[in-house]
T-cell receptor
Framework: EAGVAQSPRYKIIEKRQSVAFWCNPI?????LYWYQQILGQGPKLLIQ????????DSQLPKDRFSAERLKGVDSTLKIQPAKLEDSAVYLC????????????FGDGTRLSIL | GEDVEQSLFLSVREGDSSVINCTYT??????LYWYKQEPGAGLQLLTY?????DMKQDQRLTVLLNKKDKHLSLRIADTQTGDSAIYFC???????????FGQGTELSVKP
């Protein structure tokens, strides 16, 4: 089966600009996650969707980050305006259900803020 | 609170066994996972164990879970140079299923 697809793979922008990332989960996976992985650290959850509804966005900096999953399949994550501290890898993962099913990760988008 | 701790580095010789250790704090975790991350890549699921089990074996991989001490380990038998990567331990929260990751253990395998 095809894995989780993410694009772009790399993005370089200046601070205060905006950027968007796209994720296509594994077919049939109801749950989609966005994680932020800062260099040298483990991933941290930003937002979790179940179909097209938000399950957990408690760690999402809502003044600058937004995410949507309009038709319960693809998702986009946006940052506006970007700060230097947003430099990280943004990983998308999907699973069949929320609990008891392993999460499968895409290759991520590496974001550099100048 | 939610916290997962791992040692940062491990170096072994090719052919030896590697043991990567992890401790976690949330006793209500349902599943515990091991992921592998190679440079520039996402996280590859290696194996996982349900919290009511104490051992799981999958080819060269053996996972041991001590629920009383909240300690998880991953043993890789006959370690190869291709096993060099960063290994992440993660616990799955009972509420919502989000993963809490450790900071990763960098495994270096020397020929």
């Amino acid at each position: 089966e095809a894995g989780v697809a993410q694009s772009p793979r790399y993005k370089i922008i200046e601070k205060r600009q905006s950027v968007a990332f796209w994720c296509n989960p594994i077919s049939g996976h109801a749950t989609l996650y966005w994680y932020q992985q800062i260099l040298g650290q483990g991933p941290k959850l930003l937002i979790q969707f179940q179909n097209n509804g938000v399950v957990d966005d408690s760690q999402l900096p809502k003044d600058r980050f937004s995410a949507e999953r309009l038709k319960g399949v693809d998702s986009t994550l946006k940052i506006q305006p970007a700060k230097l501290e947003d430099s990280a890898v943004y990983l998308c993962a999907s699973s069949l259900e929320t609990v008891g099913q392993p999460q499968h990760f895409g290759d991520g988008t590496r974001l550099s803020i100048l | 609170g939610e916290d997962v701790e791992q040692s940062l580095f491990l170096s072994v010789r090719e052919g030896d066994s590697s043991v990567i250790n992890c401790t976690y704090t949330d006793s209500s975790s349902t599943y515990l996972y091991w992921y592998k991350q190679e440079p520039g890549a996402g996280l590859q699921l290696l194996t996982y164990i349900f919290s009511n089990m104490d051992m799981k074996q999958d080819q060269r991989l053996t996972v041991l879970l001590n629920k009383k001490d909240k300690h998880l380990s991953l043993r890789i038998a006959d370690t190869q140079t291709g096993d060099s990567a960063i290994y992440f331990c993660a616990e799955s929260m009972r509420q919502g299923g989000k993963l809490i990751f450790g900071q990763g253990t960098e495994l270096s395998v020397k020929p």
